[in-house]
């Protein structure tokens, strides 16, 4: 991991409400150059929605949110340009041809023709698209739409990928192509924020892990850190569920709970 001052991604006391519910509550965080983080959860915890407010398709109520040292709220068509997002379910049109639809990201980023040519060459290479391109996205699978998802993000080259439950439903051999991916992004000084359930993925692939609970960050650093503040020196699934059942246990205790 670079030194901690290459920050990309910088978020400041952000708060994100629907209706009556607090999906983010005054959350500060700082992504750096170089790294793989992962953002851990229960269901419903914040990570969906800090990951959108990112990216700049959900606007916060309080606080800010900086990438690449652009201010989403006042320079968001330059901070869109360093990113790429991947949700969970996969968005492509379903009336264009995979090669269609990479085509259209790559244009909507100016990525000069001979450049996203050979780009998409390696991409389907890797991902095993060669056969699927030229079909329409209607009859992809869910794991062939993720892969296509997955080639258009990087399409660009951006320097924060946004990824949430990256793995779901891609076989064996292309979540392993998808996990080196992410290392050699981080090798060459990107960053990739990754939203996952997977903890085994989270556990070997990440820089550093942050625990998100009821819209609060509950526990930050490295898996060594992690085990020193949980105080277990397991895996990062039993130290998850001890760090989430304190977090849990404590607003009970203080009437925090829902």
Request: neutral net charge.
């Given at each position: 991991?670079?030194?901690?001052?290459?920050?990309?991604?910088?978020?400041?006391?952000v708060?994100?409400?629907?209706?009556?519910?607090?999906?983010?509550?005054?959350?500060?965080l700082?992504?750096?150059?170089?790294?793989?983080?992962?953002?851990?959860?229960?269901?419903?915890?914040?990570?969906?929605?800090?990951?959108?407010?990112?990216?700049?398709?959900?606007?916060?109520?309080?606080?800010?949110?900086?990438?690449c040292?652009?201010?989403?709220?006042?320079?968001?068509?330059?901070?869109?340009?360093?990113?790429?997002?991947?949700?969970?379910?996969?968005f492509?049109?379903?009336?264009?041809?995979?090669?269609?639809?990479?085509?259209?990201?790559?244009?909507?980023?100016?990525?000069?023709?001979?450049?996203?040519?050979?780009?998409?060459?390696?991409?389907?290479?890797?991902?095993?698209l060669?056969?699927?391109?030229?079909?329409?996205?209607?009859?992809?699978?869910?794991?062939?739409?993720?892969?296509v998802?997955l080639?258009?993000?990087?399409?660009?080259a951006?320097?924060?990928?946004?990824v949430?439950?990256?793995?779901?439903?891609?076989d064996?051999r292309?979540?392993?192509?998808?996990?080196?991916?992410?290392?050699?992004?981080?090798?060459?000084?990107?960053?990739?924020?990754?939203?996952?359930?997977?903890?085994?993925?989270?556990?070997h692939?990440?820089?550093?892990?942050?625990?998100?609970?009821?819209?609060?960050?509950?526990?930050?650093?490295?898996?060594?850190?992690?085990?020193?503040?949980?105080?277990?020196?397991?895996?990062?699934?039993?130290?998850?569920?001890?760090?989430?059942?304190?977090?849990?246990?404590?607003?009970?205790?203080?009437?925090?709970?829902?």
């Amino acid at each position: 991991m670079v030194a901690s001052d290459d920050v990309t991604v910088r978020i400041d006391n952000v708060t994100k409400s629907y209706v009556r519910k607090v999906a983010v509550e005054d959350l500060t965080l700082r992504l750096h150059a170089g790294e793989v983080f992962a953002f851990l959860g229960p269901n419903g915890a914040g990570k969906t929605t800090t990951l959108k407010m990112t990216t700049g398709l959900l606007r916060p109520d309080r606080g800010t949110i900086a990438v690449c040292g652009h201010c989403l709220q006042r320079e968001a068509r330059q901070a869109k340009q360093h990113i790429a997002y991947v949700p969970d379910m996969p968005f492509v049109y379903e009336k264009l041809t995979g090669r269609e639809f990479i085509r259209f990201t790559r244009e909507i980023y100016a990525v000069p023709t001979d450049v996203a040519n050979r780009r998409l060459g390696e991409l389907s290479e890797r991902l095993e698209l060669d056969g699927y391109l030229d079909q329409l996205c209607e009859t992809y699978s869910h794991g062939t739409k993720q892969k296509v998802a997955l080639a258009a993000a990087l399409i660009h080259a951006p320097r924060v990928l946004i990824v949430d439950e990256p793995m779901v439903g891609l076989d064996p051999r292309t979540a392993r192509v998808t996990r080196d991916m992410f290392r050699e992004i981080a090798a060459q000084g990107g960053t990739v924020f990754m939203s996952t359930h997977t903890l085994d993925v989270a556990e070997h692939l990440a820089d550093r892990i942050g625990i998100i609970h009821r819209g609060r960050l509950v526990a930050l650093g490295t898996l060594a850190e992690l085990r020193r503040q949980s105080a277990i020196d397991g895996r990062l699934e039993d130290i998850f569920l001890a760090i989430t059942s304190e977090a849990a246990s404590d607003e009970v205790n203080t009437g925090g709970g829902l």
